[in-house]
């Protein structure tokens, strides 16, 4: 097997990335690019500016200062017109304003020097990416940001999509466990909504692309990945599946944001919920309300990260305003309850932490898989719902607790000399998780925590982000 390393004698693989909008898509980008770099390949990163969010731009700088050898091209956007724009989501906004200034790409790409051996970009952004790509002769690879289960339903749109919108959608994707409606991505059910329409252009083009990579493995997804691999699952055309997960927290992303860590340090072993919804789940007062009498309720010791804005550079009220005063001065009792970034790929891994109460975003999953946490899965919206079904169905969650993984088969589909390396991230990754073995084999914290807690559902019945 040849890695990067071997293959920079002579030639050094020039790779460029262009993530999409949210921590949720920059954060695996950044450690993909992390991975490549430390497989001796040049990065170039394609950014765009101002980020959506401050965290995103702090993200960058502490990554470009980590690694100055990356060249960093920022990719101005055109001007877009929010009322001519299909969504008033600022991330969706982002996503558009992406879409609509892709040709100018073009020039940003065949300036680099050397010339590019690849490019990978966010799956956001296939059919505003693909044209360009395509009359320069690059080698264009997808990071797909989320699970190979949810990577099943996108590959199979649109033929799945009037089946799912008209009628039952559960038997759709053959050979996999049937997703239910009710677990389909909401705006997929609409389809006008710019999520199907994107989808249902962006899937056609797949076969256009290289590659595709996830940042999964096998342990965590085998059914889907064992679909993909024996070509069960596979459409003609589709290009080859790579499993390239779990992407680790890297040195780069740690920061100061260090109080929870000192409170951590001073609690028991495996003691502690840790809550979290992500970069951009924002609640309601009502919600974190509910949440926190629900934490209290459960007698765990806990850490709460709240969030009621969806974007951070409007976050400017504390939290007695948001969650109440009251409930704040008696949480403190039982747990430490932040408004603001953390550092959850640190906190994760904190002995202290027995097991996190999580919407499913992507990240989150991977990262609890890495450090052995076991979820209590609690999707709200997107994709979290078929992400949580995965965590349900390898163990990582509620139903029952992980007892270790089976062997780890890496790349899928035929190899390409310049990315034979990533078979590397799941001989790691298998180390791994041989070690965390004892961690999943139980939580007894979480099954409390389940017991006990009695969240309003009717409250939370319609509680879609
Ligand atoms: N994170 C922190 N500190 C915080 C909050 C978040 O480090 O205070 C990190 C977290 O560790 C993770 C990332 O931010 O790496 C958040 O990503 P994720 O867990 O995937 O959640 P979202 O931010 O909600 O991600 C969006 C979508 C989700 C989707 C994901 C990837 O909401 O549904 O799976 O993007 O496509």
Same mark, same amino acid.
């Given at each position: 097997?040849?890695? +990067?390393?071997?293959?920079?004698?002579?030639? %050094?693989?020039?790779?460029?990335?262009?993530?999409?909008?949210?921590?949720?898509?920059?954060?695996?980008?950044?450690?993909?690019?992390?991975?490549?770099?430390?497989?001796? +390949? !040049?990065?170039?990163?394609?950014?765009?500016?101002?980020?959506?969010?401050?965290?995103?731009?702090?993200?960058?700088?502490?990554?470009?200062?980590?690694?100055? %050898?990356?060249?960093?091209?920022?990719?101005?956007?055109?001007?877009?017109?929010?009322?001519?724009?299909?969504?008033?989501?600022?991330?969706?906004?982002?996503?558009?304003?992406?879409?609509?200034?892709?040709?100018?790409?073009?020039?940003?790409?065949?300036?680099?020097?050397?010339?590019?051996?690849?490019?990978?970009?966010?799956?956001?952004?296939?059919?505003?990416?693909?044209?360009?790509?395509?009359?320069?002769?690059?080698?264009?690879?997808?990071?797909?940001?989320?699970?190979? !289960?949810?990577?099943?339903?996108?590959?199979?749109?649109?033929?799945?999509?009037?089946?799912?919108?008209?009628?039952?959608?559960? @038997?759709?994707?053959?050979?996999?466990?049937?997703?239910?409606?009710?677990?389909?991505? $909401?705006?997929?059910?609409?389809?006008?909504?710019?999520?199907?329409?994107?989808?249902?252009?962006?899937? $056609? &083009?797949?076969?256009?692309?290289? /590659?595709?990579?996830?940042?999964?493995?096998?342990?965590?997804?085998?059914?889907?990945?064992?679909?993909?691999?024996?070509?069960?699952?596979?459409?003609?055309?589709?290009?080859?599946?790579?499993?390239?997960?779990?992407?680790?927290?890297?040195?780069? @992303?740690?920061?100061?944001?260090?109080?929870?860590?000192?409170?951590?340090?001073?609690?028991k072993d495996g003691s502690v919920v840790y809550?979290?919804?992500?970069?951009?789940?924002?609640?309601?007062?009502?919600?974190?309300?509910?949440? /926190?009498?629900?934490?209290? &309720?459960?007698?765990c010791r806990?850490?709460?990260?709240?969030?009621?804005?969806?974007?951070?550079?409007?976050?400017?009220?504390?939290?007695?305003?948001?969650? /109440?005063? @009251?409930?704040?001065?008696?949480?403190?009792? #039982?747990?430490?309850?932040?408004? #603001?970034?953390?550092?959850?790929?640190?906190?994760?891994?904190?002995r202290a932490v027995g097991g996190f109460?999580?919407? +499913?975003?992507?990240?989150?999953?991977?990262?609890?898989?890495?450090?052995?946490v076991p979820?209590?899965?609690?999707?709200?919206?997107?994709?979290?719902?078929?992400?949580?079904?995965?965590?349900?169905?390898? /163990?990582?969650?509620?139903?029952?607790?992980?007892?270790?993984?089976?062997?780890?088969?890496?790349?899928?589909?035929?190899?390409?000399?310049?990315?034979?390396?990533?078979?590397?991230?799941?001989? @790691?990754?298998?180390?791994?998780?041989?070690?965390?073995?004892?961690?999943?084999?139980?939580s007894p914290l979480l099954?409390?925590y389940?017991?006990?807690?009695?969240?309003?559902?009717? &409250?939370?019945?319609?509680?879609? +982000?």
């Open positions: 097997m040849s890695t +990067c390393n071997e293959l920079s004698q002579p030639h %050094q693989p020039h790779v460029a990335l262009l993530p999409s909008a949210g921590m949720g898509h920059l954060t695996p980008f950044l450690r993909l690019a992390t991975k490549l770099i430390h497989h001796h +390949c !040049r990065v170039t990163l394609i950014t765009t500016h101002p980020t959506v969010s401050l965290t995103e731009s702090q993200f960058i700088s502490r990554f470009l200062s980590a690694f100055p %050898q990356v060249t960093q091209l920022q990719f101005h956007l055109l001007p877009l017109d929010p009322s001519t724009a299909n969504s008033n989501d600022p991330f969706w906004l982002r996503f558009e304003a992406i879409h609509r200034s892709a040709h100018l790409l073009s020039p940003i790409l065949t300036s680099l020097s050397p010339p590019l051996d690849a490019f990978i970009y966010d799956v956001s952004l296939i059919s505003s990416v693909i044209p360009v790509i395509e009359s320069l002769h690059i080698s264009n690879y997808i990071l797909f940001i989320s699970s190979a !289960r949810m990577f099943s339903l996108f590959s199979h749109y649109p033929d799945f999509a009037s089946k799912a919108i008209f009628g039952d959608a559960l @038997e759709v994707i053959p050979r996999l466990k049937p997703i239910p409606r009710s677990s389909i991505p $909401p705006l997929l059910l609409i389809p006008d909504s710019l999520f199907a329409k994107i989808i249902k252009e962006d899937s $056609p &083009k797949l076969p256009k692309s290289n /590659g595709v990579l996830i940042n999964t493995f096998e342990g965590l997804e085998s059914e889907a990945l064992e679909a993909f691999s024996n070509r069960k699952l596979v459409i003609e055309g589709l290009p080859p599946v790579f499993a390239v997960g779990t992407f680790v927290p890297c040195e780069f @992303e740690k920061g100061e944001w260090d109080e929870p860590l000192r409170w951590l340090n001073e609690q809550v979290s919804f992500g970069s951009r789940t924002a609640m309601s007062r009502d919600q974190l309300r509910e949440v /926190g009498h629900g934490l209290l &309720k459960s007698g806990f850490l709460w990260v709240v969030k009621d804005k969806q974007v951070d550079k409007e976050d400017e009220e504390g939290l007695d305003e948001v969650v /109440g005063h @009251e409930l704040i001065e008696k949480m403190k009792e #039982k747990g430490l309850v932040v408004k #603001k970034w953390v550092d959850q790929g640190e906190l994760l891994g904190h109460v999580s919407h +499913c975003g992507w990240n989150s999953v991977t990262e609890a898989a890495w450090h052995g979820i209590l899965a609690w999707p709200q919206g997107g994709d979290q719902k078929i992400n949580a079904e995965v965590v349900e169905m390898s /163990g990582v969650a509620k139903a029952g607790f992980l007892s270790g993984f089976p062997g780890i088969e890496s790349v899928l589909g035929p190899k390409l000399p310049q990315f034979e390396f990533l078979n590397h991230f799941n001989e @790691e990754n298998q180390k791994r998780y041989a070690e965390l073995d004892d961690k999943f084999k139980s099954k409390e389940l017991e006990k807690t009695k969240l309003n559902k009717e &409250k939370f019945e319609n509680f879609d +982000c």
